[in-house]
């Protein structure tokens, strides 16, 4: 973000005329400097929330796909002791508390980190810091904590609730959130002000191995390790019960690629589930838990026919990427309703050809549309940074600002609609509310971890000095407000758990209220850090 924002103001003291400041800089064409600064705000500012809507749909295809990479089961055979016959089981090769914390905090991040650490390698050679600096990962971590909880505490149907099963996995993950920006504060502040040395660095990003053994250990109970906190009623299996396993599973087109559609563009809360693994146990009592990709008794003709029509789901994908009336929008009485929907479906159908190139979710476990979805939101997240960058020019706006609101919102995008679908489909909140927590501390020990050790290491060889951070000082007051909003946050949830029984959900006028009381936390965060950037307070 440095690097950006150092341009913009460049821009901006480079092209001052009788005391007016105008920008030169341009998003495609030389021309649009020639436009007045109002139309391209009014253009720039439509273009990010074009992005916005990219990066919505591009998060639910991401979701697909660590739904078939998370329910992969590895085969095992035991004999039983006592009738001597072979017991095949299917057991999960994934963690529940690993897959929130790596696949979903590490994939919903992934804009603020892939960014960091191109823009660190763009840096290499200088002496001060690039990339998305911690102000901006401060105002990503507000975004991630109050708009999105305000979200996620209205997903649940009216009256229902969702709880955190699994206290004590929370409560971990909680602690090394918060420690995350402490820990940020000592390298800036107090360790080294102003300079980040290697052994900081280096000790940054291995704070995110220590996370995950300490929440595994927390899973499993490790003594010593853990807190003697017993594990709630979580489910088995996180399966939804308006889920239908009847569906033939050789009906390709419906599994994958009209749900993937469906999920594109509505979210339906009968497409997306992070960690649906279902079970069924036959008459002999071998146990299976099977999975849509690996049907358990299929024939090898089955298996064959099944793998040779993954290039027809991947032609499905582009046929429903150009088809503007869905089957669900032609059950529609009302011609206004249905005129709608295919106007929405024009707007959405450049990100939908384009998303269409991530191959179909049952190549490879899920694996190869994992990593083309995280290319292609690291891609609208550049975009982003781009739009932003161009606002904060033609507006005149403070940089910081920007990055506390249109640039913290939308590189934390993907953060919202995961969490969304997770507070959805999930019947505990412990993803939804641990993606939250764990994006935070992803955001520190590996967005900013990361991009500063690449730097630190090539500084300290090539010029054996430490690397440099610019405004460093201002961080203090943000963090300080960040600190004093989190705990009225935190607060609030706890007491929705001893007073209503759940973090998520509730009755309606409790849940608005929750969400409205969040947001105003969030407000409260970015006018103070804005008004101290800009020199007003």
């Not at 960014?115 to 507000?142: K, Q």
């Not at 996620?152 to 909680?174: F, H, R």
């Not at 064959?304 to 029509?309: D, F």
């Not at 989190?486 to 309606?508: D, H, K, M, N």
Request: aromatic share 12%; with cysteine; glycine share 6%.
């Amino acid at each position: 973000m440095a690097s950006i924002l150092n341009q913009t103001q460049e821009l901006q003291q480079s092209s001052k005329v009788l005391g007016h400041v105008r920008c030169e800089s341009y998003f495609l064409f030389s021309g649009e400097s020639n436009l007045s600064d109002a139309l391209r705000a009014v253009l720039y500012f439509l273009g990010l929330a074009y992005c916005f809507i990219g990066l919505s749909a591009i998060t639910a295809r991401f979701f697909k796909s660590m739904e078939n990479v998370v329910k992969h089961s590895r085969k095992v055979v035991s004999v039983d002791p006592v009738t001597k016959a072979q017991v095949i089981t299917y057991k999960k090769v994934w963690n529940f508390t690993i897959a929130d914390i790596s696949l979903l905090a590490f994939g919903t991040s992934f804009p603020q980190i892939s960014l960091a650490t191109i823009d660190a390698f763009r840096n290499m050679g200088e002496r001060y810091a690039g990339g998305l600096g911690p102000g901006t990962l401060v105002g990503s971590a507000a975004f991630d904590l109050f708009p999105i909880h305000a979200v996620c505490v209205l997903m649940p149907k009216a009256g229902e609730l969702k709880k955190i099963s699994d206290l004590g996995v929370w409560l971990v993950e909680l602690v090394w959130s918060f420690w995350a920006y402490i820990w940020l504060y000592i390298i800036l502040e107090v360790w080294s002000p102003n300079v980040v040395t290697l052994v900081e660095a280096l000790l940054t990003v291995l704070q995110y191995g220590l996370l995950l053994v300490h929440a595994y250990a927390q899973d499993k109970r490790w003594p010593y390790l853990s807190l003697p906190m017993s594990r709630g009623d979580r489910p088995e299996e996180w399966v939804p019960e308006e889920i239908d396993t009847s569906k033939d599973d050789n009906d390709v087109h419906d599994v994958y690629s009209d749900a993937a559609q469906r999920a594109v563009e509505s979210g339906n809360r009968n497409i997306v589930d992070i960690f649906s693994i279902h079970s069924a146990t036959n008459d002999a009592g071998i146990t299976y838990h099977t999975v849509a990709d690996t049907p358990v008794g299929s024939s090898t003709s089955k298996r064959m026919a099944k793998n040779a029509t993954v290039f027809d789901i991947w032609k499905q994908q582009f046929v429903d990427a150009i088809t503007l009336e869905t089957s669900e929008s032609k059950k529609i009485d009302s011609i206004y309703l249905r005129i709608a929907k295919s106007f929405w479906q024009l707007v959405l159908a450049p990100w939908k050809i384009v998303f269409a190139f991530v191959p179909p979710c049952n190549i490879a476990h899920g694996w190869i549309a994992f990593i083309c979805s995280l290319l292609f939101i690291s891609g609208v997240a550049f975009v982003v940074t781009r739009f932003t960058d161009l606002i904060s020019c033609v507006t005149g706006v403070n940089p910081y600002v920007i990055a506390f609101t249109a640039l913290a919102a939308g590189t934390s995008w993907p953060d919202l609609v995961a969490s969304k679908i997770a507070a959805e489909r999930q019947l505990t909140a412990d993803s939804a509310i641990a993606n939250i927590t764990c994006s935070n501390s992803v955001n520190i020990y590996v967005g900013i971890g990361v991009p500063w050790l690449i730097n630190t290491v090539y500084n300290y060889f090539a010029y054996r000095e430490p690397l440099y951070i610019e405004n460093a000082k201002g961080l203090s007051f943000s963090l300080l407000i960040f600190f004093a909003t989190s705990v009225g946050c935190i607060v609030v949830l706890v007491l929705r758990r001893l007073i209503i029984g759940a973090e998520l959900g509730g009755p309606r006028l409790w849940a608005w209220l929750t969400s409205i009381y969040f947001m105003l936390l969030w407000v409260v965060f970015v006018v103070l850090s804005s008004l101290k950037v800009s020199g007003i307070i």
